[in-house]
């Protein structure tokens, strides 16, 4: 086998997506490798239906909003910079990602606050950068499923909205929404297996 380093080569523009995106060069060979069987007809991009084929999307509620975060300009392809950019924001911090950072750099993907951003997205169906009382409603309808009734389900959403809507226009902003997660491990929750 030839050495991790030539493997490399076969990734366009490797140093940069590692340096963006954090992961290590082994772990972009991995990645690589993933993006190549999910593009069975080798077309050097994905599409919406090969991103179907990976399980935990197929099973996960929300795995068509996440599945749409991978075409953020509605395009229909997604190239391999692309792609990992988007699993970047699962990728677990670590320790040294938490140090200090010279603020002249962008945030990492990974942090929590772009951890956060990636998962408002996913809630703010519209993009206008609030999440309504019925993307909430519509979100949780997916997460839920069947196992709750719609009532119960509309006031889940009346009591999460209130909770978080601190200046009572009846929507969520980014920094409602930020608060309110303030509480929980969103760096764990969003650490995905990307590999399986």
Known sequence: MGSLSSRAAVIPDVDSIRRETGFSQACLLRLHHRFQALDRDKK???????LQQIGALAVNPLGDRIIDS???DR???????????VLAHF???EE????????????????????????FQLYD????????????????RLMVGVQVTEEQLES??????????????GAVSFLEFAKSLEKMNVEQKMSIRILK
């Open 44 to 50: 050097g991009y994905l599409s919406r239906m090969d």
């Open 70 to 72: 991978f075409f953020p």
């Open 75 to 85: 395009s229909q392809r997604v190239d391999f910079s692309g792609f990992v950019r």
């Open 91 to 93: 990728r677990p911090i």
């Open 96 to 119: 040294e990602d938490s140090e200090i950072r010279d603020l002249k750099k962008p945030e990492p993907l990974n942090s929590r606050m772009n951890k956060l951003r990636f998962a």
């Open 125 to 140: 169906l519209d993009g206008d950068g609030k999440i309504s009382w019925q993307e909430m409603l519509q979100v949780l």
């Open 156 to 169: 889940i959403t009346d009591r999460t909205v209130q909770e978080a809507d601190e200046d009572g226009d």
